[in-house]
């Protein structure tokens, strides 16, 4: 099991990213896909999901600007952020729910991307 992520960096607020994370190891078994964030101090956070159906829910705080999607082909799935502010800064991981765990459920994380928003 492998995630890797991309797509990380600094911008402005108002500003656009796009997170990336490509995964491999555990095609046939995924029941969702999600992003998470950690702010400095603060908990690790849902921010937004995609199930096997293609249904996807967001965090109350993104709701409006950020997409999540997939991409069965390439074993990839996304984060598109739009209109990113101050508090969007934090390290987003990207984590796969799968059906059954094989192994440990650390090996279903991404490694963290730093999203930075200056004001």
């Known amino acids: 099991v492998q995630l890797v992520e991309s797509g990380g960096g600094l911008v402005q607020a108002g500003e656009s990213l796009k997170l990336s994370c490509a995964f491999s190891?555990?095609?046939?078994?995924?029941?969702?896909l999600r992003w998470y964030r950690q702010a400095p101090g603060q908990e690790r956070e849902l921010v937004a999901a995609?199930?096997?159906?293609?249904?996807?829910n967001y965090a109350a705080s993104v709701k409006g600007r950020f997409t999540v999607s997939r991409d069965g082909a390439k074993n990839s799935f996304y984060l598109q952020m739009h209109n990113l502010k101050p508090e969007d800064t934090a390290v987003y991981y990207c984590?796969?729910?799968?059906?059954?765990?094989?192994?440990?459920?650390?090996?279903?994380w991404g490694q963290g991307t730093q999203v930075t928003v200056s004001s």
């Open positions: 995609i199930n096997d159906s293609g249904e996807t």
């Open positions: 190891g555990i095609i046939a078994n995924i029941k969702k």
């Open positions: 984590n796969v729910l799968p059906t059954t765990y094989y192994g440990s459920p650390n090996l279903y």
